[in-house]
């Protein structure tokens, strides 16, 4: 697996694992940007939403941000895999943490998966995608 630098605006890249190729589209955060995030959900299978395990004051912002794409019908039959990232700081929130302040356990309707990660030592990434 090939890691870019995190998105402002988007990176696309086609990603082999495991004999499996699939189009990843990684979508910047920034408020600018999210309008533009419904561009691409048509045939979305699934969904990787990063949280920056350190950011606590944005916590909330993200809650409502994944759940408002949750509600969107072309998601609706999406997996989901959330990766609490940042892992590698000091101050990171565990993954459990992470969970509860994006209301992971509210979600009743489909399953859910959260791994705890460190893109830049590449740890924990493998696991969300087996």
């Given at each position: 697996?090939?890691?870019?630098p995190?998105a402002i ?6 990603v ?28 979305t299978?699934?969904i ?12 909330g ?17 999406a997996?989901?895999?959330v990766y ?44 969300g995608?087996?």
């Open positions: 697996m090939h890691l870019t995190a605006g988007f990176n696309v890249e086609t082999s694992y495991k004999n499996i190729k699939f189009q990843v589209w990684d979508l910047g955060g920034q408020t600018s940007i999210r309008p533009y995030w419904r561009c691409y959900y048509p045939n299978q699934a990787i939403y990063v949280v920056d395990s350190t950011d606590t004051e944005r916590i912002i993200s809650k409502e941000e994944f759940h408002a794409i949750l509600e969107e019908e072309e998601l609706r039959d997996l989901i895999l609490a990232n940042k892992q590698d700081l000091p101050g990171a929130l565990s993954d459990a943490e992470i969970a509860e302040g994006m209301g992971l356990h509210d979600i009743k309707s489909r399953d859910w998966a959260i791994f705890k990660t460190s893109a830049v030592r590449g740890e924990g990434l493998f696991e995608l087996d």
